[in-house]
């Protein structure tokens, strides 16, 4: 059930609401920006949430939205949400509660649990690449509505807190779904193929540009049928599921960054999915 807070302002002043399923760590919060005046197509707007800048984008004359991501490491408190159009600016304040997450322990290749020497090289290479990506999103909306890119149901929970063959490793920053292997892999939504390549921990791995800040990660597939660079449409065939890089077997991972924070993909169902 989603949960709304409006906050009604006087006339010269900006109105703001947030829309979430949870006010948690790992959810997505939908910003709307409304404000008074005539239409406007050159009116600034701006929003800043949780220390970064969200590009808000026209949903109507005088309203804009933003998408701001509860990152999993967000402490519960009080976070001010600024958003403003033009001269006009309002602060109003998001309060985060806690989430506990459960934990689950998994057996391995131990390669992936402590990587040999000779990876390295390999391994830090491709986390540059990983932060060179989620820093370079496009300047305008990508994306259309969201849909699950498997029809298969999910089996390993956001934010789950992973212990690898008895060592404690980072939380589980996505949903697994159970799929078989094979299984077609369409886009969730529509953007830009930034990454399509192999990649240690996660296999063959796609990663799409939604813009204005947003991403998908699409991991340990079989098969990967898309290019970088490659524009593609929502629904449009990525892949197929398999079972590389760091596996108990074959499944699909998928991932969502907003901003720079990790958020369940369920929750962008949830608020961006099709009616």
């Known amino acids: 059930m989603l949960a709304a807070a409006t906050i009604h302002a006087n006339d010269r002043a900006v109105e703001v609401t947030f829309a979430s399923r949870a006010?948690?760590?790992g959810e997505l919060v939908v910003v709307t920006i409304a404000a008074p005046g005539e239409p406007n197509a050159k009116a600034t707007t701006h929003l800043k949430a949780f220390g970064h800048d969200v590009r808000p984008f026209a949903t109507g004359d005088r309203q804009w939205q933003g998408l701001v991501g509860i990152d999993l490491d967000v402490k519960p408190g009080t976070y001010p949400i600024a958003a403003s159009v033009d001269d006009l600016t309002t602060t109003r304040n998001l309060v985060v509660v806690a989430k506990t997450f459960r934990t689950r322990r998994l057996t391995v290749n131990p390669d992936f649990v402590t990587p040999p020497e000779s990876?390295?090289?390999r391994i830090a290479e491709e986390a540059k690449l990983l932060e060179r990506t989620?820093?370079?999103?496009a300047a305008e909306r990508l994306w259309t509505a969201f849909s699950a890119p498997v029809p298969q149901s999910t089996n390993s929970a956001f934010g789950t807190r992973s212990i690898f063959n008895g060592t404690?490793?980072?939380a589980h920053g996505g949903a697994d779904?159970?799929?078989p292997a094979g299984t077609p892999i369409a886009a969730p939504s529509a953007g830009r193929i930034v990454v399509a390549r192999n990649l240690y921990f996660s296999g063959n791995t796609v990663i799409i540009d939604h813009g204005l800040g947003m991403f998908s990660m699409l991991a340990h597939m079989?098969?990967?049928d898309v290019h970088e660079g490659q524009v593609v449409a929502a629904h449009q065939p990525l892949g197929l599921v398999g079972a590389t890089g760091r596996v108990t077997g074959p499944h699909l991972h998928w991932?969502?960054?907003?901003?720079?924070a990790r958020v369940d993909p369920l929750s962008v169902l949830a608020l961006l999915g099709s009616p």
């Open 23 to 25: 006010a948690q760590p």
């Open 119 to 121: 990876e390295a090289a």
């Open 134 to 137: 989620w820093a370079s999103s």
């Open 168 to 170: 404690p490793r980072n």
């Open 177 to 179: 779904f159970l799929s």
């Open 222 to 224: 079989s098969a990967i």
């Open 255 to 260: 991932a969502v960054r907003v901003n720079g």
